[in-house]
């Protein structure tokens, strides 16, 4: 889209929602992003508004959408996430603040380890989230947890979920597409980018697709 829009972000400051900031500053968009430290974001911009806070405090979710086209969360604790759902509590905060300010388009981050609503994993990927990834359990869990409440309690909503395969920092491997099938490993950069085209995508209300560096799905 060529119109400006206002992004209300949670998780500006983590590796991938720190380029999140970048492309959509770069590309002429607004940014009010929460921060629990914000000295962890460095970056100054006339259309980047950092307001100090934590999704797990008291927050006025009011005042913060007030303004805002779309909310994108790329959230994650892994230590706080053990012992409860922090991401689906919050969430539960986030909707009903979402219709009062008529604000509908909102992206969630969950890892591609998290399945989506009433949908197994393939067996490799649930081989790799009982093995090598059985320490994030509690994430997944929140994950999946989110896409229950969105998918049944927030049909009116113009919500979308990236299951991303996050790996690592670095150059960029390619551009990441929407597939119901594959998902790629990507890295923080790409992964922005894969989110910041979708939270302009029509196409992509009410998904809860993984991203892959092959050809996109059909839409």
Known sequence: MDQQKTFLVFGGTGQTGQHFLRLALEQG?????????PAKLTRT???LEVVPGSVTGELDLDALLDGTDAVVAMLGDVVAQRDRQVNTEFVRRLVPAMR???VSRFLYQAGGLSAPPGERL???LRAVRATIARGYIGQHEDNEAVMRHLSTDAADLEWMVHRAGIGSDGPSKGTLHRSDKRMSIGTFSDCADYTLRTVLDDSAVHTCDPSSYRAASPA
């Open 29 to 37: 968009h607004r940014v009010r992003a929460l921060a629990r430290t």
């Open 45 to 47: 911009h006339r259309d």
């Open 100 to 102: 009062r300010q008529g």
């Open 122 to 124: 393939p067996p490799a």
